[in-house]
T-cell receptor, first 116, second 116 residues
């Protein structure tokens, strides 16, 4: 079964500093991976997705993630944090079955705090 | 183009009652998935509907049931509510789930259910 581990339930950075949110996955097949962001009292918004086309994936709001098969990782980064990036971030892996379809398996989430 | 919509936004029920949550998928999408997000946790897959049938189900009791209508909208029903059912219920829609395992799920804003 597919699974996702997000290291660090809380990450705090200063405005303008590098953002690094960690995600490791476990998958028996080539994985398809996603990062979603959730602002307070809102649903999930897709940041980016990896579907094997390229290992470095660029998303919205200046975020990007690199797929590293050898490390089973899909860490999310942003060169310079902005106050508006404060939110909770979820890494997810696609658990797909040809007969039953696709569902997402999520990590526990990382809350990003941005200090001024 | 309207995204995924859910109603109601908030709901308060008492133990033992029954509740129905509603979801309208993004235009052009034919598959609806439901997730439960308890406070401080990542979303957990409940079930998924395609062609008006439940195609796969997560580890949730039979008290959780659903329906998909010909216009692809969906309902989630929960009977005999427990305190532990208090959570944010998220609906996600997608297209082409069965022949492409890279389909992207787009989430609605969620329904916040509180069970007293």
């Amino acid at each position: 079964a597919q699974s996702v581990t997000q290291l660090g339930s809380h990450v705090s950075v200063s405005e303008g500093a590098l953002v690094l949110l960690r995600c490791n996955y476990s998958s028996s097949v080539p994985p398809y991976l996603f990062w979603y962001v959730q602002y307070p009292n809102q649903g999930l918004q897709l940041l980016l997705k990896y579907t094997s086309a390229a290992t470095l994936v660029k998303g919205i709001n200046g975020f990007e993630a690199e797929f590293k098969k050898s490390e089973t990782s899909f860490h999310l980064t942003k060169p310079s944090a902005h106050m508006s990036d404060a939110a909770e971030y979820f890494c997810a892996v696609s658990d797909w079955d040809r007969e039953y379809g696709n569902k997402l398996v999520f990590g526990a989430g990382t809350i990003l705090r941005v200090k001024s | 183009d309207a995204g995924v919509t859910q109603s109601p936004t908030h709901l308060i029920k008492t133990r033992g009652q029954q509740v129905t949550l509603r979801c309208s998928p993004k235009s052009g999408h034919d598959t609806v998935s439901w997730y439960q997000q308890a406070l401080g946790q990542g979303p957990q897959f409940i079930f998924q509907y395609y062609e008006e049938e439940e195609r796969q189900r997560g580890n949730f009791p039979d008290r959780f049931s659903g329906h998909q209508f010909p216009n692809y909208s969906s309902e989630l029903n929960v009977n005999a509510l427990l305190l532990g059912d208090s959570a944010l219920y998220l609906c996600a829609s997608s297209f082409g789930v069965y022949w492409q395992n890279t389909d992207t799920q787009y989430f609605g804003p969620g329904t916040r259910l509180t069970v007293l």
